[in-house]
């Protein structure tokens, strides 16, 4: 199985901060990687996939970037509604894979 | 609008085989590059890759647990089954399905469902 190891676990950060949160595969992943964004009680929602590709209504201030085995999401500008948990998963290769998740939690 | 719910038992106990069927609408399991998969995700822990099914009915499972699971569709009824043997109470946890096409991520979730697993 392909390791996807997140780093920070925990990040504390506060409104207006530039974040960044990194994700390492285990072994080559190509591009086929995703970022989730998951708030306490709901299902997990869509933020990047394919490394950098942004999904639709997602706001801008996000983004993804990085080649294997590094990748990273970075929020620009953290807004109030960016408080959450962050998980990346490998779409490379079955089992597909999600890192450990790392908490966005206000300073 | 895509939308995707997930039911089946919210109790169950050890040895139990757990059923639970994804209804979705919005989208067709027929149509070219699409898929269904299953998540699940312990309280307060990752999330984790149970299985997948495609529109050309290939399926592929965690291979953890892979010997007792089983995935199936129903495109006339636009559904998805994701069985389970044998459950444990590590099987505890809040079950999703979730949307996808070729190259993409899981794009449409469910609400979740949670099952326990308890004597």
């Known amino acids: 199985d392909i390791q996807m190891t997140q780093s920070p676990s925990t990040l504390s950060a506060s409104v207006g901060d530039r974040v960044t949160i990194t994700c390492r595969a285990s072994?080559?992943?190509?591009?086929?990687l995703a970022w989730y964004q998951q708030k306490p009680g709901k299902a997990p929602k869509l933020m990047i996939y394919?490394?950098?590709n942004l999904e639709s209504g997602v706001p801008s201030r996000f983004s993804g970037s990085g080649s294997g085995p590094e990748f990273t999401l970075t929020i620009s500008s953290l807004e109030p509604d960016d408080f959450a948990t962050y998980y990346c998963?490998?779409?490379?290769?079955?089992?597909?894979?999600f890192g450990q998740g790392t908490k966005v939690e206000i300073k | 609008q895509i939308t995707l719910k997930e039911s089946g038992p919210t109790l169950l106990r050890p040895t139990q085989t757990l059923t639970l069927t994804c209804s979705f609408s919005?989208?067709?399991?027929?149509?070219?590059?699409?898929?269904v998969g299953w998540i699940r995700q312990p309280q307060g822990k990752a999330l984790e890759w149970l299985a997948d099914?495609?529109?050309?009915?290939?399926?592929q499972y965690s291979p953890s647990l892979k010997s007792r699971s089983t995935i199936t569709k129903d495109t006339t009824k636009n559904q998805v089954v994701l069985t389970m043997t044998n459950m444990d109470p590590v099987d505890t946890a809040t079950y999703y399905c979730?949307?996808?096409?070729?190259?993409?991520?899981?794009?449409?979730w469910g609400q979740g469902t949670l099952v326990t697993v308890s004597s």
């Open positions: 998963q490998q779409y490379n290769d079955y089992p597909w894979t």
């Open positions: 919005g989208f067709s399991l027929s149509t070219i590059g699409v898929g």
């Open positions: 394919k490394t950098s």
């Open positions: 072994q080559s992943i190509s591009s086929w």
């Open positions: 979730a949307h996808r096409v070729v190259g993409g991520g899981l794009d449409y």
């Open positions: 099914i495609h529109w050309s009915d290939s399926k």
